[in-house]
């Protein structure tokens, strides 16, 4: 990725959004019955990612020498109160001032205009929209606008007006560019903030849409004008997995795009799949296992990976895997095995155990044994809403805990089907005997 | 199959008590009577018949009134084919037989294949023949056969397992999970979280200080920098008057310095170091011209002491022969010493020499010894010698001993021979009976044993068939006769004229009375008459039945006759047969055609004799031979052995003629052997070696004696030479010694007249040296004083100080000059500074010091205070800017709650495959159990009135059995009352019986229906009538209610009554409900 060279109508800008600064990692384990515990040079190099993925943005904007950067909402976690991101943020917005890059800020639902804000005071060269109505700055070098920004912050956290509808091109802008945290056509696993459709979006005349809230890097429009979302630049639980980064825009004269992505995240997030068929002892499968997650970590270029095993297929080794205690040992194994320093760490989360045993558990189902009768209620468990209804109430217990309660939430529908091929696969360890 | 027939010969009280076909024929049986009546034993005595008296752990129910242990069962197939089973006491278990319908046989096997079907004593008892007692004795279904019946196999699992497994399941809920608990690990889990959420709350509120903070610091920044102006200001004014007070001193010396320097004699320029170098000439010059004195005074010294030391010259020319004999002198001593022992030696070897020629005899000498070979080329030859006489004299020898050892042996062996040839001519045999080899004989008498045996059989087989003939004839005539008696007209033939003529009789004397009697007795009349007819119509029909039954009887009478007259036919045949064949094996083996039994065992034991000595005098012959073959082998190796014995002879004597030719060619004695020639040869080596040591010691001696004289002459021509006398052998060892002392003497003095000369010499030169080095040092003296100007050394030392003197001055000057500079600092000070000197006094200035002083130390100090204010401020806002807590806790929080999600889904997991497994339990238990409680099930419902519906067995259980109600509520049989919990049993058991299809038993029940309350009773009777459809019952009871609600409730059953082991009734229609 070398350095464009920019001819004097052309420009250069690049497009972050959710950086969720100083917000930790989701769906982390730090300690297993085993006894063992994240390290603690792990736990703080994964407590500075979020930060770290900020200043490899800063470096770039300043290494390519852009025309400006535009952060497009989330900057951090209100909620959480971090002084320390917001000065972290400052600093970085800092060393762009001192290299003559402008920066262009929207907050989203999670920074909202709302929320504190400790008392500090950002470079000159930086915009902050506001959150009342949508405003344009305009980019200049050498005296000559070359683009136009427009923006609007959230006022609260939850924003259900189409802040699409508010936006309109300036006239005589060379480039315009809007800014706007927002979730088009209702993407699944994102809340529905500012919701908008792409063609409410695309009517708008605006050369670039700069969007931020999916964590997923998307380009929506590829004919242009383009509408995109960057991602976020640190994957911050087990799904957001592969590379993060933010994108890098090449504007030619005729104001042709190019868009580049650039990854930023000094962790990864990895999910690596292994199937247990064929595989007949313990040795065999962690050095499976352990193959599978350093050829993953030579294909990230040797960066540090948080990484969780899924274990599926069937075979002889389920009957060890459904206890607890052989997974938790498993995980342990793994961990003594694979590299640990803090520059240069491949963590394993977790093993997830989803594999079935030698046995057909529908072969089983059809008999008319005990566990015949088991299998055909979780198989009956899975359509008769009664049934789910009634297993859902011995869940009670935990889920409607006063204290326990509040960290839990009741299985969706999903999740209860996978509770219920562990329950199954319980069974058959407690109950089956093989083939006698 | 059904029970038909039972026959109890003597069993307990049981005595001749025999249940006929008649009685038994009803699908239900009830044998009633009072206790003590013999139901029990009844049913014992059925169980000793089927599975033998004793069997392990039973008792013998031995007869107590009479008669032999034991009696029969008849069982009737679906074909009504009778199978009769009989046993009698003999062994533990007695003996059985079968009787197959036809007259065939069976024993033991056949019973427990074919009529038992295999099931065991333990299973009778649990399904076929029960009481009370054993219905309700759960456990025993549990055995076995009867478990997997009950409690089926159907759950696919091993005992225990589900059990275990649930408790596994609640233990893992248990140890991940209590609502009120704080161990398990969501429990913590939740605690910790708590904590982690309680820390971030707090330093949450911790960065709303952040401005005010910053604020406070940038304030007492502000005061600080004020006070540091005052204090820098304070500071320079006390540098200031520091300088003075410090050059004060420097001044002051300064200004003397310069007035001194003003008024000393000016010397330009002198030698450096004048006045010690000049010192210094002098002190030289004066110490050479004292070592000069010395020196002659040492010289004159030397020249006295050379003139006064003598020595002899001679002596010193001849030092090297004096030397010679000094060290001679010691071999000297050691010849005179050794000459009288070698004169000695010489006389001893020459007497040795004698005494070893005088031991060969007379004429030897040396010539002689020389002449004769002892090398070893002839001790070899001798050495052969002597191995071959040893030799031929060891074979001689040997050949000897073997003559010797033969003929002693050749006579044992002849006298064995002879034994064995006697014994021979003195063994008798026996004459046989008959002129036939033996083989043909044994096997006529195999034959002729087995044969009468077999003949025997066939005679017995013979008389029971005809006995058994006659006795079909007798029922047969018996059958006919009772056909013949069997009137078809019950009612006699003139009944049917007399009643109507009577009754004619009768209705005309009533019409003679009145109208109204006359037809009341006509109408009773026709009624008695019609009665009678029909029951004598009635009976006719019962009759008709009973004849075509007699006449079946009849016709099987007959068969069986006719196929008994064939089988005796046919033993007959084989008898004659078998008699022809015992003949002619009689003729073979006694010589007669007919032998009875005791000739036969004398002819077996004759023939045993005679092989037995045929057999002896074949070992007889065989060892003869062996012994007259071992006699001619050993004559003839004597012969050989005295062949050998004359051959070494012969070789000894050419061997002894060989030995003297060779003693002649080699000049020696004749007389010599081998080992006399051996010792020869050794006694002329030992002659001529003596010869030669005496020739070696006289040599020894004249060399010794020579070399001593040749000594004393070399010592006297010294002594001539160096001016001393001649001396003898005896003293010239003495005088060596004396003129090596005196050489030794005279060459010390000749020493130390060398030395003397020579440091004489080096005293002369020294001289010299310190003569010209005095004259330089003079030279030098004067140069140094022309170059400081002076004539005079005291001149010169004057002129010295003048210079020293002016130069320390001025080095003065510069140093305060320089002190003032430095403590002045910068250059505009320096002028500020003597100003300051000039214009005040010192005191002034230190009073001034002590009290800008305190000044900069309180300014000194508020500085430090506000800046440690700064200071916490700083490290406050830094911990709130670089602070990592916050980050960590909520790090620390997001872990707990992916952990306590994690166990949670662990806990769901557990605690849905908990409740499926209950679920699946109820099901199971629901629709897949086994036949028997299907069955079960069906008892139960009518035989309690409805109050269950349903028998099942715990899933995962092997013990347990229970009941549930129509609205689905479970007892176990623990929870249920005696009454219920026997319909329980009998339920499962009737099913069991049903189970077991092909067992051809009754269902014996020995009162079993006694906790049964009125209600249940009439159910119970209603199922067991519907169960004897399928399987025959035989109920036990001494119960009178019992045997009502039978009559209330069941159609056409059998009673018998039993009072005190005797029938007591029979009324097989009595139940009839018509």
């Known amino acids: 990725m070398g350095g464009y060279a920019l001819g004097s109508g052309s420009l250069t800008f690049v497009h972050a959004a959710d950086l969720h600064l100083d917000s930790q990692f989701k769906g982390l384990e730090r300690t297993v019955a085993g006894g063992g515990e994240i390290p603690e040079n792990v736990l703080r190099r994964l407590r500075n990612s979020s930060f770290e993925a900020f200043n490899n943005i800063v470096d770039l904007c300043i290494n390519k020498k852009i025309d400006f950067l535009l952060l497009a909402g989330d900057i951090y976690d209100v909620a959480d109160k971090s002084l320390r991101a917001q000065l972290r943020f400052r600093d970085g917005l800092v060393r762009l001032a001192d290299a003559g890059i402008p920066a262009f800020v929207v907050h989203g639902n999670h920074d909202h205009c709302a929320g504190w804000r400790a008392e500090i005071k950002l470079p000159e060269t930086v915009h902050v929209f506001s959150d009342r109505e949508v405003e344009s700055r305009p980019v200049l070098r050498g005296g000559r606008e070359i683009a136009g920004v427009s923006g609007i912050s959230y006022p609260g956290r939850a924003v259900v007006e189409n802040y699409a509808g508010r936006f309109a091109r300036g006239a005589g802008v060379p480039f315009a560019v809007a800014l706007l945290h927002c979730n088009v056509g209702g993407i699944k696993g994102h809340e529905n903030y500012a919701p908008c459709g792409l063609d409410d979006l695309m009517q708008k005349g605006f050369d670039y849409w700069a969007l931020g809230h999916v964590h997923n890097r998307a380009v929506l429009n590829p004919a242009g004008p383009c509408v995109a979302y960057p991602g976020c630049p640190q994957g911050r639980h087990p799904r957001e997995t592969g590379e993060k980064g933010c994108l890098l825009v090449h504007v030619t004269e005729n104001n042709n795009i190019s868009v580049e992505f650039f990854p930023t995240a000094p962790v990864r997030w990895e999910s690596v799949a292994v199937s247990i068929e064929g595989i007949a002892d313990d040795l065999t499968l962690l050095e499976t296992i352990e193959d599978r997650l350093l050829r993953f970590r030579t294909a990230a270029g040797g960066k540090p990976i948080v990484a969780r095993v899924l274990l599926n297929g069937r075979g002889f080794l389920h009957r060890n895997l459904v206890r607890v205690s052989y997974a938790e040992n498993l995980v342990q194994e793994l961990r003594n095995r694979l590299p640990a320093e803090e520059e240069d760490f491949l963590w394993l989360d977790s093993v997830r155990v989803a594999t079935s045993a030698e046995v057909d558990k529908n072969e089983l189902s059809g008999t008319d044994t005990l566990l015949g009768d088991f299998l055909s209620l979780i198989k009956e468990a899975r359509v008769d809403r009664d049934l789910k209804t009634e297993l859902r109430k011995t869940l009670s217990a935990l889920i409607e805990h006063p204290r326990a309660g509040r960290y839990l939430t009741e299985p969706d529908d999903d999740e209860l089907g996978e509770l219920l091929e562990s329950a199954g696969d319980l069974a058959v360890d407690l109950l089956w005997d093989g083939e006698e | ?1074």
């Open chain 2, 1 to 1074: 199959m059904r029970l038909a027939e039972v026959m109890v010969d003597g069993f307990g009280i049981l005595r001749d008590l025999h249940l006929r076909r008649e009685e038994l024929d009803k699908n239900i049986t009830i044998i009633y009577g009072m206790n003590e009546a013999g139901k029990s034993t009844l049913m014992e005595f059925i169980r000793a018949m089927l599975f033998g008296f004793k069997v392990k752990g039973g008792r013998v129910w031995e007869p107590l009134r009479g008669g032999s242990l034991g009696g029969f069962l008849v069982f009737a197939d679906e074909n009504g084919e009778y199978y009769r089973v009989e046993r009698r006491m003999r062994g533990r278990r007695g003996k059985v037989a079968v009787t197959l319908p036809g007259g065939a046989a069976g024993d033991e096997a056949f019973l427990a294949d074919r009529v038992l079907r295999g099931i065991t004593p333990l299973v009778f008892r649990n399904v076929f023949g029960f009481d009370v007692e054993e219905m309700r004795r759960l456990e025993e279904l549990g055995a076995g056969e009867v478990s997997a019946h009950v409690y089926g196999a159907g759950t696919g699992l091993r005992a225990g397992r589900l059990t275990a497994g649930t408790s596994r399941l609640r233990e893992e809920l248990n140890d991940l999970f209590k609502p009120a608990g704080t161990k398990p690990a969501i429990n913590k889990l939740i605690k910790e979280l708590e904590n982690a959420e309680a820390a971030v709350r707090l330093l949450q509120k911790e960065p709303e200080q952040y401005g005010r903070l910053r604020r406070e610091a940038m304030s007492l920044r502000a005061d600080r920098e004020k006070l540091e102006s005052a204090k820098r200001d304070a500071e320079l004014r006390k540098r200031r008057l520091e300088a003075a007070v410090r050059a004060r001193e420097s001044w002051l010396r300064l200004k003397e310095a310069r007035q001194q320097l003003g008024e000393l004699l000016h010397v330009p320029s002198f030698p450096e170091s004048g006045v010690e170098r000049l010192q210094a000439l002098e002190d030289k010059a004066r110490d050479l011209v004292l070592a000069r004195a010395d020196t002659h005074q040492l010289a004159d010294d030397l020249q006295r002491r050379v003139d006064n030391t003598v020595v002899n010259e001679q002596l010193l020319e001849r030092s090297a022969e004096i030397k010679a004999l000094g060290n001679e002198r010691g071999l000297q001593l050691e010849r005179l010493r050794l000459l009288p022992e070698q004169a000695a030696e010489v006389k001893h070897a020459g007497e040795e020499y004698n005494k070893q020629i005088s031991k060969l005899g007379n004429g030897y000498d040396q010539t002689k010894l020389a002449s004769i070979d002892t090398s070893l080329p002839a001790r070899e030859t001798v050495e052969g010698y002597k191995l071959k006489f040893s030799a031929g004299e060891n074979r001689r020898e040997t050949a000897g001993r073997e003559v010797v050892r033969l003929k002693i042996s050749a006579g044992e062996k002849e006298w064995i021979f002879r034994n064995a040839a006697a014994e021979l001519a003195a063994h008798k045999i026996p004459l046989p009976p008959v002129d036939r080899p033996p083989a043909d004989r044994e096997q006529a008498l195999d034959v002729l044993e087995n044969g009468m045996r077999r003949l025997l059989q066939i005679r017995a087989g013979l008389e029971s068939s005809r006995f058994r003939l006659v006795e079909l004839e007798q029922q047969k005539r018996n059958t006919e006769s009772e056909l013949a008696i069997l009137s078809p007209r019950l009612l006699p033939p003139w009944l049917h004229f007399v009643l109507p003529a009577v009754l004619a009789v009768f209705i005309a004397a009533a019409f003679y009375g009145g109208m109204i009697s006359g037809f009341l007795t006509l109408a009773a009349g026709v009624a008695l008459w019609a009665t009678v007819m029909l029951a004598g119509r009635r009976a006719a029909a019962i009759m008709e039945a009973r004849r075509a039954r007699l006449e079946e009887i009849l016709l099987n009478i007959k068969q069986c006759v006719a196929g008994a007259a064939e089988e005796i036919e046919q033993l007959a045949r084989r008898e004659s047969e078998l008699a022809e064949e015992l003949k002619a094996a009689a003729v073979t083996a006694v010589g007669r055609p007919v032998a009875v039994e005791e000739e036969i065992i004398a002819a077996r034991r004759a023939l045993e004799e005679e092989k037995l000595a045929l057999a002896r005098a074949e070992d007889l012959r065989r060892v003869a031979a062996q012994a007259k073959n071992t006699l001619d082998a050993e004559l003839q190796r004597l012969s050989g052995v005295n062949k050998e014995l004359e051959q070494a002879d012969r070789a000894l004597a050419s061997l002894g003629a060989e030995w003297l030719d060779w003693l002649k060619e080699r000049g020696l004695p004749r007389s010599l052997t081998p080992s006399g020639a051996l010792a020869y040869f050794d006694a002329c080596e030992e002659a001529v070696k003596s010869h030669n040591a005496w020739q070696k010691s006289l040599a020894r001696e004249r060399e010794t004696r020579q070399q001593s004289e040749a000594f004393l002459a070399r010592l006297n021509n010294l002594l001539a030479n160096t001016g001393y006398d001649a001396v003898t052998m005896e003293t010239a060892c003495g005088w060596t010694i004396r003129l090596e002392e005196l050489l030794s003497e005279t060459v010390k003095q000749a020493d130390e007249r060398g030395r003397l000369q020579a440091e004489l010499v080096k005293r002369r030169e020294q001289k010299m040296r310190q003569e010209n080095a005095l004259n330089i040092l003079y030279e030098e003296i004067e140069a140094l004083l022309a170059a400081g100007g002076a004539v005079e050394p005291e001149d010169f030392r004057r002129r010295a100080y003048y210079y020293s003197e002016g130069k320390r001055l001025a080095g003065e000057i510069q140093t305060f000059e320089r002190d003032l500079k430095i403590i002045a600092g910068l250059y505009g000070e320096r002028a500020q500074l003597e100003r300051e000197l000039e214009q005040t006094e010192g005191t002034d200035n230190e009073r001034e010091l002590e009290q800008i002083a305190f000044l900069i130390g309180e300014l000194e100090d508020r500085v430090r205070e506000t800046g440690e204010q700064i200071g916490r401020l700083d490290n406050q806002i830094n911990l709130l800017e670089n602070g990592e807590e916050l980050a960590v806790r909520l790090q620390e929080k997001e872990m707990l709650i992916a952990a306590l999600q994690g166990k949670a889904r662990e806990w769901q997991a557990r605690a849905l495959c908990l409740h499926l497994l209950k679920m699946a339990k109820e099901r199971h238990e629901r629709e897949r159990q086994p036949a028997v409680l299907q069955r079960a099930s069906g008892y139960i419902g009518p035989m309690t009135g409805g109050a269950y519906a349903m028998v099942i067995a715990p899933v995962g259980r092997a013990d347990i059995l229970e009941v549930e109600t129509p609205d689905g509520g479970r007892v176990a049989v623990a929870g249920l009352s005696r009454g219920a919990a026997s319909q329980l049993y009998l339920s499962i058991r009737l099913a069991l019986a049903r189970q077991y299809g092909s067992v051809g038993l009754p269902v014996i029940l020995d009162d079993i229906l006694v906790d049964f309350d009125r209600e249940r009773l009439r159910g119970a009777v209603k199922v067991l009538g519907e169960f004897s459809r399928e399987r025959q019952v035989l109920l036990f009871t001494c119960h009178e209610h019992i045997l009502e609600t039978f009559n209330e409730g069941l159609d056409g059953f059998g009673l018998i009554r039993l009072r005190d082991g005797v029938k007591s009734g029979i009324l097989p229609h009595l139940c009839s409900r018509t």
